[in-house]
């Protein structure tokens, strides 16, 4: 890389640039569809991975930063929005979770509860998250992480421009012995005044003080008209709380001359810590990734940028997210008023196309009772005219003397006298 800004800036669009071109590894369903100007997941429930080979960088005696941006397009409900660097060869054709890696960095969600920022350093072949809980934003705008690595070993974590935690690997990290320890064999000295008030020797208990009662006959007390001490016994006046009763007599507190503040436990050198003037430098950068499993995907990743110089990345922010985040303030209220008219015009038009349906329906179910209706009365006019014209056969039958058998009729009493 040729300069500070110019080269870096190539580095940001190298990355961007080369991951249309990576191919994608079927077998281990490892799909990633990309964009014009980004790379988004698609479709749910999948491991995506993609690599992209960028410029080696190294941050040997140099200001390591790294920033991209992400926008969960979806409520994730579980999954990963976070980058990787790699350093050393990469097979990118089988890229994946078990890839060594030298820095990931970005947010993790899964459900209510964890909505983490992971910051894992690698350090002589192993990995070391950081000891801090750092929160992830969760909602559905694009957002800007950066992370920046000082050759002090100092570090700032930035989310949108605006730093979110900052520290040092010494402390935040579990990679090296910590430089001091607690004395385990230290112990308090018997001297040691802690108390910071003392009660005052020469404060003295007043005359008499003991003497004064806790309560008093009540003095505005009358005995009733209706009492009989015959019957009653003799009026005692109630008790009342005694206004000069001062509680236990203490003594008066004063500050401890001798005090020296709360003992704690001495710090001291560490003998097993070995320092590592070389412990924020990685090994050289040659790979950055995307290696996340997401169960509702569309998360969009965008402007990956690799660089030393934090006055220039943050310059990149406010040209490009900032700025377009502005004006979706304005748009996005609009958007919204728009789509709920919409959904008000769907939801009318559905509305009126259940009520034609109802009529419809109420009208076929009308014409369906008046059919049966007539039906039933036809057949009831059936078995009439029927039972009419089988009475009528009967009886000639029987003046002309037919037999009835079969006809199942019984023949009635007045006719069988009749006949007889």
Not at 132 to 143: G, N, P, S, Y
Not at 315 to 344: C, N, W, Y
Not at 354 to 373: F, N, T
């Amino acid at each position: 890389m040729v300069g500070r800004a110019a080269g870096l800036n190539q580095t940001g669009k190298g990355v961007r640039e080369r991951l249309v071109l990576l191919s994608i590894q079927q077998e281990n369903i490892l799909e990633t569809r990309m964009t014009k100007a980004c790379i988004q997941t698609y479709p749910d429930a999948k491991h995506y991975a993609i690599s992209a080979k960028i410029p080696e960088f190294s941050n040997k005696d140099r200001t390591l930063v790294v920033q991209y941006s992400i926008k969960f397009e979806q409520d994730i409900e579980c999954g990963g929005g976070y980058i990787k660097l790699m350093s050393g060869y990469v097979n990118q054709k089988k890229f994946g979770g078990d890839t060594p890696y030298s820095l990931m960095f970005g947010p993790d969600l899964c459900g209510t509860q964890t909505k983490k920022l992971h910051l894992i350093l690698s350090y002589q072949g192993q990995n070391y998250p950081i000891k801090k809980d750092l929160q992830c934003e969760t909602d559905k705008l694009t957002h800007v992480y950066t992370f920046i690595l000082r050759p002090d070993a100092t570090y700032s974590l930035l989310v949108d421009n605006r730093e979110r935690e900052s520290g040092s690997m010494y402390t935040d990290w579990d990679i090296l012995p910590p430089r001091k320890i607690k004395d385990v064999n230290a112990k308090k000295p018997k001297d040691w005044e802690e108390r910071e008030y003392i009660d005052d020797p020469n404060d003295v208990k007043p005359e008499g003080y003991d003497r004064i009662p806790a309560e008093i006959l009540d003095p505005k007390a009358k005995k009733p008209d209706s009492w009989d001490e015959d019957e009653d016994g003799i009026w005692r006046p109630p008790k009342i709380p005694n206004p000069k009763y001062r509680g236990t007599w203490k003594r008066k507190k004063i500050k401890n001359p001798n005090y020296k503040g709360k003992w704690k436990i001495q710090w001291i050198d560490n003998p097993e810590f070995e320092d590592d003037p070389d412990l924020y430098v990685m090994k050289p950068l040659k790979y950055v990734g995307i290696e996340v499993w997401q169960v509702k995907a569309g998360s969009v990743y965008d402007n990956i940028l690799i660089c030393d110089d934090p006055a220039y990345a943050k310059q990149v922010v406010e040209e490009t997210v900032i700025r377009h985040r502005e004006v979706s303030k304005h748009i996005f209220p609009l958007l919204t008023a728009v789509t709920i008219i919409i959904h008000l015009q769907i939801n009318h038009l559905l509305f009126a196309q259940m009520l034609r349906l109802k009529k419809k329906l109420l009208r076929k179910q009308r014409r369906c009772g008046e059919l049966r209706k007539k039906r039933k009365l036809n057949e009831q006019g059936r078995k009439v005219s029927e039972g009419k014209r089988r009475g009528g056969m009967i009886d000639t039958a029987i003046d002309t003397g037919i037999s009835t058998e079969g006809m199942n009729y019984e023949r009635p009493k007045s006719r069988e006298k009749h006949i007889a």
